[in-house]
């Protein structure tokens, strides 16, 4: 793509009410990079507002006016990838997640329990394993792309799977128990695939560690086939509830 460019963010996709979710909002930047991209996100992008993308030392840097939202560059990621579950097991851990009602971002854009489906994706993971202690270990869901997120070629747009390995993540790293307050700083993704709209495909996070403020979490995404099409390394930062809401 050229630069400068225009970008602009539809209401659609917010996750905070008032804020693109991030996972949408990384993987629009990262179409300015050629192959796996790490995209860093310094305030709350905008909806319905137009954004300006330029060439910033090496990468892409999006601002807001003055203000720096976020920049990209290439990277090259690595993350431990484990047997995917069957489809039937992620979608029973689906039955596990976060009750509605504790739901601090209801209508995400992702995971928001708000969004009807067709519109929202709707990707609500929850502990793989039953016997597991709280969120501590993999968390799973399914997840079928509809056609409208596909390009003419029918394979899933690019900001789709970086938005499908968002909230996942967010959920392993913390705020699946409602007492943690998270907003994506860092997502890292390799696309080694994209999925066809209706493909079945099984989404799997897990944390890594904590830092402070900083929550790490991996996640991948499996093809119907069995076999890993993206994974995706995020940093998530402690906030204020507020923050997170999108009210301060």
């Given at each position: 793509?050229?630069?400068?460019?225009?970008?602009?963010?539809?209401?659609?996709?917010?996750?905070?009410?008032?804020?693109?979710?991030?996972?949408?909002?990384?993987?629009?930047?990262?179409?300015?990079?050629?192959?796996?991209?790490?995209?860093?996100?310094?305030?709350?992008?905008?909806?319905?507002?137009?954004?300006?993308?330029?060439?910033?030392?090496?990468?892409?840097?999006?601002?807001?006016?003055?203000?720096?939202?976020?920049?990209?560059?290439?990277?090259?990621?690595?993350?431990?990838?484990?047997?995917?579950?069957?489809?039937?097991?992620?979608?029973?851990?689906?039955?596990?997640?976060?009750?509605?009602?504790?739901?601090?971002?209801?209508?995400?854009?992702?995971?928001?329990?708000?969004?009807?489906?067709?519109?929202?994706?709707?990707?609500?993971?929850?502990?793989?394993?039953?016997?597991?202690?709280?969120?501590?270990?993999?968390?799973?869901?399914?997840?079928?792309?509809?056609?409208?997120?596909?390009?003419?070629?029918?394979?899933?747009?690019?900001?789709?799977?970086?938005?499908?390995?968002?909230?996942?993540?967010?959920?392993?790293?913390?705020?699946?128990?409602?007492?943690?307050?998270?907003?994506?700083?860092?997502?890292?993704?390799?696309?080694?695939?994209?999925?066809?709209?209706?493909?079945?495909?099984?989404?799997?996070?897990?944390e890594v560690r904590r830092d402070g403020r900083k929550h790490?979490?991996?996640?991948?995404?499996?093809?119907?086939?069995?076999?890993?099409?993206?994974?995706?390394?995020?940093?998530?930062?402690?906030?204020?509830?507020?923050?997170?809401?999108?009210?301060?």
């Amino acid at each position: 793509m050229k630069l400068p460019a225009r970008l602009e963010i539809a209401r659609r996709y917010c996750g905070p009410p008032k804020s693109a979710n991030g996972g949408y909002a990384c993987g629009r930047l990262a179409a300015f990079i050629e192959g796996d991209a790490e995209v860093t996100l310094r305030s709350p992008p905008p909806l319905d507002k137009p954004m300006q993308a330029v060439t910033d030392d090496g990468g892409v840097a999006l601002y807001d006016g003055d203000k720096l939202i976020g920049s990209a560059k290439p990277c090259e990621i690595t993350v431990d990838i484990p047997p995917a579950p069957a489809f039937d097991e992620a979608h029973a851990a689906e039955q596990r997640t976060i009750p509605a009602a504790r739901h601090n971002l209801p209508t995400c854009f992702v995971c928001g329990p708000q969004r009807e489906p067709g519109d929202g994706l709707r990707i609500h993971v929850g502990p793989l394993h039953p016997d597991t202690s709280g969120w501590s270990g993999p968390l799973a869901a399914t997840w079928i792309p509809r056609p409208d997120l596909a390009d003419t070629s029918g394979l899933v747009r690019p900001e789709f799977v970086w938005a499908a390995l968002d909230c996942p993540t967010g959920y392993a790293a913390g705020f699946s128990d409602g007492n943690v307050f998270l907003l994506l700083g860092r997502q890292s993704v390799a696309i080694y695939r994209r999925p066809r709209a209706g493909e079945k495909c099984i989404v799997l996070a897990q944390e890594v560690r904590r830092d402070g403020r900083k929550h790490h979490a991996d996640g991948v995404l499996y093809g119907e086939d069995g076999q890993a099409i993206a994974v995706c390394k995020a940093v998530w930062i402690a906030v204020d509830p507020a923050v997170m809401r999108g009210e301060a």
